[in-house]
């Protein structure tokens, strides 16, 4: 197993540094070519800068501290805290990532060069100026604002790290070129006046400024830019005494309940599941990724294409949505992993238990699909699409929800050896994306079918009590089988967690 | 608190689970007095968590019965888990939810009023010294105090029986003094105690009634003093389970 672990991990480091290249090398390509539009080329550079500097923030923060000096280590050394920040800040600087980031920033270098030696001259202190910041930015985000390290939480991050990537990469190949059309074009003055006014930007507003030879502005942009390194390096000595001197807990996550609130959930077995459930939808890493994949990929797609002038997908943004989101929790037992045991040892839990897990998953997922059909089919303006998501929608909702329950307790497949998915349970969320769609959907899609070839109005909107009645019909009585499982099974499922957990 | 006095708080009848081949637990027949505190002990692999697991529902047997108070867990689940407290060992908790949380949510999916629930969460953490960590969830908790919080999670509905698999196992002497404190509280209010160690100073200190089990099978059971014979527990589990403590050859290399 940890063979195969560790080799997922090369695959996805392999990649991380392939997309990395790529960026850097596109982002020194966007300062070399010639645009039409007085000061574009500024723009890109500024927006794509932007991108850099987040990624140098977000990367630790969304790994952990996972670098070669971590603060901890020091918590018991007697160094004082000052000439330790200042060490760790060197340090800090001998890392890889700075090679890319010097591809990527030297856009502004090329940036300069197409309006003579002194805006390259610019362009080079900017570059230095960025690269600098970049660093330090990173480091100072870590102390102030990155979990405390943990190997138990650690496990989350990789997997979930990698598919992230690849969801971000998929949807950027279509987002950045439309971003980049907007700036080039001139067509964005609001896009380009917050790029530049952001200290990601000041560089290139300083190279732009150099081409134009105003000297005063190329004083103010690097000006202000070592000053928000300088103001960086003063807040970090602090920030890393109060991060050492962190007790064991303080930094970690809070789970806080509300004592005093009245309680929103009735109390009754039932109550406490949903309660439960949607705090971990709320908490667990995991689950947030998966809704967040879900809404991204729904709601991105069809918004892109709508940005292209192609609005025909809009309305069903809220489908691919729903669709996403089920396919996704088609685990609900194997991912819980061995907790199982405390349904099985309360007396009658079972049917609670899937009913609120049913419950919590419809409430999270359901109005959220709803809304996003509503508003995207209203805002496409494609009235031919109304029978077609009112059918789809309700009915992918409600015959999802007990679907996902039996899945769940049909077929499952615990956390693998590293805390992530198990390649089967891969395969199944593929598989569910395929089976979930059909089985809910396919006596509203028949009629919407039929209603569409023989131009009857009539047929197609009829395709919206049968879409609900048919997925009335299944939610209940998938919903039925899986408590059944869950009452006849429970033992024998739970065994199958428990030989994947050890 | 006794339930029919004489009535047995747990009753292994021919228990039997097979894995593949490997007959894990064969035909154990067990007998845990009601107020007593029982100590099952056995070797790594001799069929003692297989055995209480099959005790409190999470895992079928082939043959044979487990009868709690005289309800049988198999055929009448719902009244006989009411009666069971149960702490496993290295099992998952809904480990984003903090300790408090955690109980509430146990506590009303048992059908208690919340404002029950609440009072004897607040005590049970304050007591297992678990109420400095209120806000912090469970995965980050310590080995110690995911013990706690699962003894905890065990007492919350006021069990007649405790079924606790290696409860000081991996546990820090601070913690395990309050865990023991507190089962012997449970005891002398007339609870029933068994659980699964093979500290056997522990048992000897805890229990009053002990059985030992190797290779599935029950070798000796009964009360504390018949089994092990006038000599300490240890030496008398060693020449029960037929074991010879090895160590004593070889190594002529080691720290010559």
Redesign the interface.
């Given at each position: 197993m940890r063979r195969a672990t560790s080799g997922r991990r090369w695959i996805g480091i392999l990649l991380l540094a392939l997309l990395v290249t790529l960026l850097a090398v596109t982002t020194l390509l966007a300062g070399l070519v010639h645009y039409r539009y007085p000061g574009a080329g500024a723009d890109v550079v500024a927006t794509l800068s932007l991108g850099w500097l987040l990624g140098w923030i977000a990367g630790p923060l969304l790994t952990g501290d996972d670098a070669a000096l971590r603060m901890d280590y020091f918590k018991l050394l007697p160094i004082p805290a000052r000439r330790l920040a200042h060490a760790m800040l060197g340090a800090a600087f001998a890392n890889v990532s700075l090679v890319f980031s010097l591809i990527a920033f030297a856009a502004l270098i090329a940036l300069g060069a197409r309006s003579g030696v002194a805006a390259a001259l610019t362009g080079v202190v900017a570059t230095a100026l960025d690269l600098v910041l970049a660093v330090v930015a990173s480091t100072v985000a870590v102390a102030a604002f990155g979990p405390t390290i943990?190997s138990?939480?650690g496990r989350d991050f990789g997997t979930i790290l990698l598919a992230l990537t690849i969801t971000l990469l998929s949807l950027a190949s279509g987002l950045v070129p439309l971003i980049a059309k907007r700036l080039t074009d001139g067509h964005s003055p609001v896009l380009a006046a917050v790029v530049r006014i952001l200290p990601s930007g000041w560089g290139a507003v300083a190279v732009d400024a150099a081409g134009r030879s105003d000297w005063g502005l190329v004083a103010l942009a690097l000006g202000g830019l070592a000053a928000a390194i300088g103001a960086l390096v003063a807040a970090w000595p602090p920030l890393l005494a109060r991060r050492l001197t962190m007790s064991a807990?303080g930094g970690?996550?809070?789970?806080?309940?509300a004592?005093t609130g009245e309680?929103v959930l009735p109390?009754?077995?039932l109550?406490?599941?949903i309660?439960?459930e949607l705090?971990?939808y709320s908490?667990?890493v995991l689950r947030s990724v998966m809704l967040m994949i879900s809404f991204l990929v729904g709601v991105l797609v069809g918004v892109l294409s709508a940005l292209s002038g192609k609005t025909e997908g809009l309305p069903f943004a809220g489908l691919l949505f729903t669709v996403i989101a089920a396919a996704c929790f088609t685990n609900f037992y194997g991912d819980?992993?061995?907790?199982l045991?405390?349904?099985?040892?309360?007396?009658?839990?079972e049917r609670?238990?899937v009913r609120g897990r049913v419950w919590a998953w419809f409430l999270v997922v359901g109005p959220a699909g709803l809304l996003i059909t509503v508003a995207f089919t209203a805002i496409s303006g494609q009235t031919w699409a109304w029978p077609w998501v009112l059918a789809g929608e309700p009915a992918m909702i409600i015959g999802s929800a007990g679907l996902l329950a039996l899945i769940g307790v049909v077929s499952v497949n615990g956390p693998d050896a590293d805390g992530g998915p198990s390649p089967a349970r891969v395969l199944k969320t593929h598989l569910a994306l395929i089976v979930i769609p059909v089985v809910t959907m396919f006596p509203a899609a028949a009629l919407l079918a039929a209603g569409a070839a023989g131009h009857s109005p009539a047929l197609r909107w009829l395709a919206v009590p049968v879409g609900l009645a048919w997925a009335a019909w299944l939610g209940r009585y998938s919903l039925q089988q899986a408590q059944r499982r869950l009452q006849t099974q429970?033992?024998?499922i739970?065994?199958r967690l428990?030989t994947s957990?050890s | 608190m006794n339930d029919g006095g004489s009535v047995p708080a747990l009753q292994f009848a021919g228990l039997t689970k097979r894995f593949g081949e490997n007959v894990a637990v064969d035909h154990i027949d067990l007998v845990v007095p009601p107020g007593s505190f029982f100590g099952l002990v056995g070797p790594n692999g001799a069929g003692k968590t297989t055995s209480l697991s099959m005790a409190?529902?999470?895992?079928?047997p082939d043959a044979g019965t487990v009868t709690i108070f005289g309800r049988d867990v198999w055929a009448d689940?719902?009244?006989?888990?009411?009666l069971?407290g149960?702490l496993?060992d290295?099992?998952?908790?809904?480990?984003?939810?903090?300790g408090?949380?955690i109980l509430?949510?146990?506590?009303?999916?048992?059908?208690m009023?919340?404002e029950v629930v609440?009072q004897r969460a607040d005590e049970l953490l304050r007591v297992l010294e678990l109420d400095g960590?209120e806000?912090?969830?469970v995965?980050?908790y310590s080995t110690g105090m995911r013990k706690k919080i699962t003894l905890a999670?065990a007492l919350l509905h006021s069990p007649k029986l405790l079924v606790l698999d290696e409860p000081f196992e991996a546990v820090d002497p601070v913690s395990a003094a309050t865990i023991r404190t507190i089962l012997q509280r449970f005891v002398a209010a007339g609870g029933s105690v068994i659980f699964s160690s093979h500290v056997m100073p522990l048992v000897e200190q805890l229990c009053d009634h002990v059985a030992v089990i190797a290779k599935g099978k029950v070798l000796a059971s009964g009360p504390l003093d018949e089994v092990r014979g006038g000599q300490p527990l240890e030496d008398a589990f060693v020449h029960i389970v037929g074991a010879r403590a090895g160590g004593a050859e070889g190594l002529s290399w080691l720290a010559s």
């Open positions: 943990s138990r939480r807990r970690r996550q809070r789970a806080h309940v004592r309680p109390l009754t077995p109550g406490a599941v309660g439960k705090r971990m908490r667990s819980d992993g061995t907790s045991w405390l349904t099985l040892v309360v007396p009658g839990a609670p238990d429970g033992p024998e739970f065994a428990r957990a | 409190v529902g999470l895992l079928r689940p719902v009244a006989a888990k009411a069971i149960v496993p290295g099992l998952a908790l809904p480990d984003r939810l903090s408090r949380e509430l949510y146990l506590g009303l999916l048992r059908g009023s919340r609440l960590a806000g912090t969830p995965i980050d999670t």
